[in-house]
């Protein structure tokens, strides 16, 4: 009886923690359901979140990391890309639902906006929003900036880089951050190149953090050990990683 109540007690407080629910939009006849975490009004600072997932779209490591914000006082929507019958059910199946929104980049930008969208609706202060992303979800943060939707700042974590070269460079108001794997081959140093010289034509104020021995994915825990195959979870990498995102709010949220 008395883990019962221990149970029950505990199960009690995480939910105050923050209160989470689905929300569902459309984008045409395309259902889409993305995830809002809400935090306590005590802890409520005001600021809000759009997260952007990695390509095998709303999954634990998105979900974990929007309860963590939620607790530091940060309002987060989890995006729905990909629509609600369309969700990767493996690695092959996401890089080719991936590729297609890399390759159309205004159907990633629109769905990025129609998110964006959402959390508005749910009560976010449209002047008080940072888009963050993760891998291909940093790649649609980084696209933010670059359409320059109404957010204070885009973090980028592992995220892809490229920018099909016939784009117009067009000057970036948004903040950018971008955290990569200093042994990330998915994103190769021509593309970081080709990126940094973007940041200096489109006069952004951007920040570029390396971390040691870190791939692809480091922030993910489920994705292993094994640096060889290109992803890998990176413990010291994801901690500093996630301290420096929220420095950088506490810069853009001032």
Not at 48 to 60: K, T
Not at 193 to 220: C, G, I, L, S
Request: proline share 3%; glycine share 8%; hydrophobic share 40%.
């Amino acid at each position: 009886m008395k883990n019962i109540f221990i149970f029950l007690f505990s199960f009690v407080i995480l939910l105050e923690a923050h209160a989470q629910k689905v929300v569902s939009y459309t984008d045409g006849n395309q259902k889409l359901e993305g995830l809002i975490y809400s935090p306590k009004k005590d802890v409520a600072n005001g600021n809000a979140v759009l997260l952007l997932p990695a390509w095998m779209g709303i999954e634990n490591n998105a979900k974990e990391n929007a309860t963590e914000l939620a607790k530091l006082g940060y309002k987060t929507f989890v995006a729905d890309i990909y629509g609600i019958d369309k969700r990767p059910q493996s690695p092959n199946e996401a890089a080719t639902i991936a590729g297609y929104y890399k390759t159309n980049i205004k159907d990633y930008q629109n769905r990025i906006q129609l998110a964006l969208n959402e959390l508005i609706k749910e009560g976010a202060d449209p002047d008080k929003i940072a888009v963050i992303g993760y891998c291909f979800g940093g790649t649609g943060a980084i696209e933010a900036a670059r359409t320059n939707m109404k957010v204070r700042g885009a973090v980028s974590f592992h995220g892809g880089l490229g920018r099909d070269s016939s784009r117009t460079i067009e000057p970036i108001l948004t903040k950018v951050l971008v955290l990569h794997g200093a042994d990330d081959f998915f994103v190769p140093g021509p593309e970081i190149k080709a990126f940094q010289d973007e940041m200096r034509t489109a006069k952004a104020d951007w920040q570029m953090t390396y971390y040691a021995n870190a791939v692809h994915a480091f922030t993910h825990k489920d994705a292993g050990n094994d640096k060889s195959i290109g992803t890998a979870y990176n413990e010291k990498a994801a901690k500093r990683s996630w301290q420096a995102m929220l420095d950088f709010f506490q810069e853009i949220f001032k």
